[in-house]
């Protein structure tokens, strides 16, 4: 059953989120928590009257426990509770509509602003729960074969909104307990276990919050999570992968999609920006600077039937990541209306991913999961009120396929 329409018209949706999931501000004055870094709220604490080690356990109370209320926060005197619920909020998007599909994914779909809407996924797997967050509503890049590129681009989103879908995300186990014979999920009593910035929108084009909502996942008054479960997805905006190093260390991966230039300017168009030599350069600078033997960057490959899945490209791409340690991740192509590409046969996937493994590379190859609720990979879409024209000028080219060369800036 098809639980997700593919542009969300909020006429149609009836709003599910539960009164504590809408802290709205009632007084423009008031701080939101979410919005500030682990330093922020020290700072904030102290500015208030407060000791700083009153964030830490503030902190522990939104992250740790999912508490949206001060009342609740019974480590904290009476007074400071007061104080805070008139001058502070826990402010998280609200939840427009929220889809649990039966393999055990959840999509949520956000409110981000009036008209602007994101999506959330929660991947399960055997051993790890992962929850891909988005960065942007829409996105800026226009990979040709992604839906959320094709609704063009509206704004950053906020630390508020980037960390508030971690936050929403935790809290919905406790409200909606997942099957029993799901639980081999939890760790520790953990559902998330792995967080990807790999959802709506450019991470490194939203770098400041990006990383700060990062920091709060990594950190152990946050979400606690390992550097090695914390992956930054990035289309290949090369400046900011030297920018990254000197702030967090996280996995890294790269849309990457086509083993040589031409073909990657069609289907990565900022390729023609930052090409695959800087790009791989840039790699092997993020994995030196770290110096750890056993790191690889994940390369992201999603292969398109009679684009770049034949043996040849197999092969090519072999040949340029030889000097870049890499996992590749093949992602068969999910699809949505007017897309103009196709999905590979299985045994075309299966041919291409033995040349690489024949090569000496890890090869992983991604299982389609909620794609019964429009969640899998590249198919997020949501709503945005798009600033860049983006979504009329693929209108007038639905379904074709056009070099990026030729479609409009």
Known sequence: ??????????ATVENTSSSKDNHSCSNASQVNLLNL??????????????????ADQVMKWIHHSGVGD????????????EKLKEQAVIQAPTIIEKQFSNDGTRKWILEIDKDNYVETVFIPGKNRGTLCVSSQVGCALDCSFCSTGKQGFQRDLTLSEIIGQVWIANRSFEEDPPKRQMKSWAENNRYI???VMMGMGEPLLNFDAVVKAMQIMKDDFGYGISKRRVTLSTSGVVPRIYDLVKEIDVALAV??????????????PVNKKYPLSELLEACRFYLDYFGESRRRITMEYVLLSGVNDTREHALELAALLKTVPSKI?????NDFPGSGYKR??????????????KKGYVVTLRTTRGDDIDAACGQLVGKVLDRTRRQSQWEKVKGQRIPASQIEE
């Open 1 to 10: 059953m098809n639980m997700a329409s593919k542009i969300i018209d909020p």
């Open 37 to 54: 870094s682990r330093d922020e709220l020290r700072e904030y604490f102290k500015s208030i009257g407060e000791k700083p080690f009153r």
């Open 70 to 81: 001060f009342a609740l926060m019974t480590n904290l005197g009476k007074a400071l509770r």
């Open 193 to 195: 276990t792995n967080v």
């Open 255 to 268: 849309s990457l999609h086509a083993p040589n230039d031409e073909l990657r300017n069609e289907l990565v």
């Open 329 to 333: 991740n093949l992602i068969p192509f």
């Open 344 to 357: 590979p046969t299985d045994e075309s996937i299966e041919k291409f991913r033995d040349v690489l493994v």
